[in-house]
């Protein structure tokens, strides 16, 4: 597949940046991750928000204006004429420097599309669900590295999945520093209690998931009462479905958390909102939303 790196567009096993870029030495960097439907790119704006959000919190400069941006990455689609659905992955490093750690050693941030296949999901993944493990290892406090920002610093959620999959889980699913859920490692999470979905509020140290986002209209709009809201450990093992929300797959519904069975089938309010999620796709592609 074809990246863009600062203006050029190349194949994959040609597109190198320099070892002394800041984002390889010190994960000093933002990024986006986004898939195409029908070609094109899905929730883009949105996408290029929440980077100018991460970018101006991490004092990140993004090379290109927002229109710019677009421009490049449909030129990057355009070279790969895919016929397929693929992600979109957008990262935006502080660039080449000095040795030291202090930022306005780099002045020229590097710009990067790379465009990837979208991971395979078993069609079981959403017909019988996946497992969640509560990790040991906390998402980031606010205080720290902000989960607001999307660093290119994800070992903690590298640390957490380790765990889970080491423990026999599909994911992790991680707490705050106060011990209330967050999010699980590249996903956001809702649990379901008497028919309403409820998922922690931004404020609970997560990153605001566009997925998120689009379910919480979604189920709003077909009546469910989403509620953000803190989940403690308590709520947690009394709920009565539960899913992820995350670009490349929409919905994935969890039928287990730990050692506990939430129950062999997908429950309803779960398939009510994928359904829901996969007609707002139909839309995008037919170009009504
Ligand atoms: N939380 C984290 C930590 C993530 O990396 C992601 C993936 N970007 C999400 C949640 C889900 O966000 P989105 O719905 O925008 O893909």
Redesign the pocket.
């Known amino acids: 597949m074809f990246a863009y790196i600062n203006g050029r567009i190349l194949p994959e096993d040609q597109a190198f940046v320099s070892i002394n870029d800041r984002g390889w030495l010190y994960g000093d960097a933002v990024f ?2 986004l898939r195409t439907y029908g070609g094109r790119a899905f ?1 883009l704006e ?2 290029l928000d ?1 980077l100018e959000m991460s970018a101006g919190l991490s004092a990140i400069a993004i090379p290109l204006a927002r229109a710019a941006l677009i421009k490049e990455i449909d030129r990057l689609l355009e070279a790969e004429s895919s016929t397929q659905d693929i992600m979109i992955r957008v990262v935006v490093s502080r660039g080449v420097g000095g040795a030291g750690i202090f930022p306005t050693e780099a002045p020229d941030p590097t710009l990067v599309f790379q465009l990837r296949s979208l991971p395979g999901y078993a069609p079981e993944v959403f017909t019988k669900g996946w497992s969640l493990m509560v990790a040991e290892t906390r ?1 980031n406090d606010p205080n720290a590295i902000n ?1 607001l920002i ?1 660093s290119g610093n ?1 070992l903690n ?1 590298i640390m957490a999945k380790r765990e889970a999959v080491e423990a026999g889980a599909n994911e992790a699913l991680m707490l705050n520093r106060e011990g209330l859920v967050a ?6 999470f809702f649990l379901v209690k008497n028919g309403n979905p409820v998922t922690p509020p931004i404020s609970d140290g ?9 379910v919480i209209k979604l189920g709003n709009k077909v009546g469910l009462n989403v509620q953000e809201r803190s989940i403690d450990l308590a709520a947690l093992f009394d709920c009565d479905e539960a899913f992820l ?4 797959a929409g919905i994935i519904p969890i039928t287990k958390i730990n050692k506990q069975s939430l129950g062999t089938e997908i429950g309803p309010v779960t398939l009510r909102l994928r359904q829901a999620y996969i007609e707002h796709v139909d839309d995008f592609i037919r170009g009504e939303e």
């Open positions: 986006e991750t929730k949105e996408h929440r998402r989960p999307k994800y959620n999010e699980s490692t590249v996903s956001n997560i990153l605001p998931g566009i997925t998120r986002e689009t929300t995350l670009t490349s």
